[in-house]
């Protein structure tokens, strides 16, 4: 079966000289071969290349029946989790729910929403208030189990829903997701008796999407999650052909030509989305390669904008600022709906020249329009067209994405499954809270705060 993600490189093209992107097809067929035969960094973290053929239908059959009863006893499912436990469940939804899916009453599905992800007092509240309103579960996960955030959260909802529902029915309301047998989490979820669920010791938080972390949420909002798993498949097929084909190889493309253009200088990758459905996907994508590239004084920094609605802020500094910047366009060719522009009698606008046009034409106008713009301006253009979006075309996104975010580090010589540097802000802020253990850090820090 074909995939359906294409790669457009064309517009990069005129900024890279062509030896350049000879070194790096060489490079990139390398760089496959350690991750398919798991020599290269990082590589007892390489679980996640095998989830789309590896998962049990066991594992599916059990999502699928834990999603259905979820979905019939709550109008809401509370997601706890941050970063590689929230982003890419979130990425997934969002880019399939309508857009004001919490406004709408009549959805079979329950509405996702998220907590964990964030400290704030307001928000946590608020959510209390929507809780106090609404019959709902709670799905909690954290690889490691002691995530500061997500355990936070967790102990206020779990409070909140005990209080609702009584401690013995509060357990039916409450699914666990984290290791296997370490942690707080796994501890906890033993005591109360909570079904888990487990994220394999060899599946990195930001490349979990395609385990229980992604597909249990996902199911939840009534998305099919075996489809998803498909589409992954079908890139995992065309990525690791035996014969290397360069031209039709989407992981190797991007990840080549990414590379071409931060070794020129383009140190800022922009994810441009022309659909608002596409933003928390930016945001998963911006996880995926910032946490696994930016180590050792090295890395593109990945930034995301949402057009058209920012080409009205961030428009003037792409078109015309600092020139280290290239963009990657993620075009969806067809809408899901349909709607036309109507005819005015007035015209007082002047839009009759565009009336009976679909507003999506005008917005693939306006994609033509701005990458020739900013291509004049000096700013390199890649371009991933997909023909829709569903699950199976999400699925091959995930995994296109994850393929080459692994051999770009690769190329940057990094572990791209690591994150060491996550750790230094976790350790000031438990010095500052006075966590036992952290005496001497607690005393360096306020001096330096009070000075
Ligand atoms: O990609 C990662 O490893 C991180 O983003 C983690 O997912 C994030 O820090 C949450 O960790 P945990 O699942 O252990 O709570």
Redesign the pocket.
Same mark, same amino acid.
């Given at each position: 079966m074909m995939i359906q993600l294409k790669i457009e490189t064309k517009n990069a093209l005129p900024f890279i000289e062509t030896s350049a992107i000879e070194a790096q097809k060489k490079s990139m067929q390398l760089h496959l071969k350690e991750l398919k035969n798991k020599s290269g960094k990082g590589n007892d973290f390489l679980g996640w290349l095998d989830l789309p053929d590896h998962t049990e239908a066991g594992l599916i059959q059990s999502i699928q029946s834990d999603a259905d009863r979820f979905a019939k006893q709550s109008e809401v499912v509370v997601v706890i +989790?941050? +970063? +590689?436990? /929230?982003l890419g469940a979130r990425a997934m939804i969002e880019a399939m729910n309508h857009h004001f899916d919490n406004f709408l009453n009549d959805k079979k599905a329950p509405h996702i929403i998220y907590a964990g992800q964030n400290m704030s007092e307001d928000y946590t509240s608020d959510l209390l208030e929507l809780l106090d309103q609404k019959s709902y579960s709670l799905i909690v996960?954290?690889?490691? #189990? *002691? *995530?500061t955030e997500?355990a936070i959260a967790f102990r206020i909802l779990k409070q909140h829903i005990e209080n609702k529902y009584g401690k013995a029915n509060a357990k039916d309301r409450i699914i666990a997701i *984290?290791d296997k047998e370490r +942690?707080a989490l796994k501890e906890l979820s033993n005591k109360e008796g909570y079904p888990t669920y487990i994220?394999p010791d060899d599946v #990195?938080?930001? /490349?979990?999407v395609l385990s229980p972390?992604g597909l249990l949420p996902i199911a939840i909002a009534g998305y099919n999650i075996q489809a998803m798993l498909d589409g992954a498949k079908k890139m995992k097929d065309v990525v690791f052909a035996e014969d290397y084909d360069f031209e039709n190889n989407p992981a190797a493309l991007y990840a080549a030509y990414r590379n071409a253009l931060y070794n020129k200088g383009n140190t800022t990758e922009i994810m441009v989305g022309y659909e608002p459905r596409m933003y928390y996907m930016t945001e998963w994508w911006k $996880?995926l390669y910032g946490?696994s590239e930016g180590k050792e004084g090295k890395g593109i920094f990945p930034a995301g904008v949402s057009f058209t609605c920012d080409l009205h802020s961030m428009g003037q500094y792409i078109q015309d600022g600092l020139r280290n910047i290239f963009e990657t366009v993620i075009s969806i060719k067809a809408p899901n709906k349909k709607i036309n522009i109507p005819e005015d009698d007035l015209n007082l606008d002047k839009l009759n020249y565009i009336s009976g046009k679909r507003i999506s034409e005008v917005n693939f106008k306006a994609e033509q329009g701005t990458t020739l713009a900013h291509v004049d301006g000096g700013v390199p253009n890649l371009r991933i067209e997909v023909p829709y979006i569903n699950e199976n075309v999400l699925g091959e996104m995930i995994y296109f994405f994850e393929v080459a975010c692994a051999i770009s580090g690769y190329e940057l010589d990094v572990n791209p499954f690591d $994150?060491p540097g996550?750790e230094a802000y976790k350790k000031n802020m438990f010095a500052l809270l006075g966590k036992a253990g952290f005496e001497k850090e607690t005393e360096e820090l306020t001096k330096r705060l009070s000075e």
């Open positions: +989790g941050i +970063g +590689g436990s /929230y996960i954290s690889k490691s #189990g *002691t *995530t997500p *984290t +942690g994220v #990195g938080g930001r /490349y979990s972390v $996880q946490e $994150q996550v």
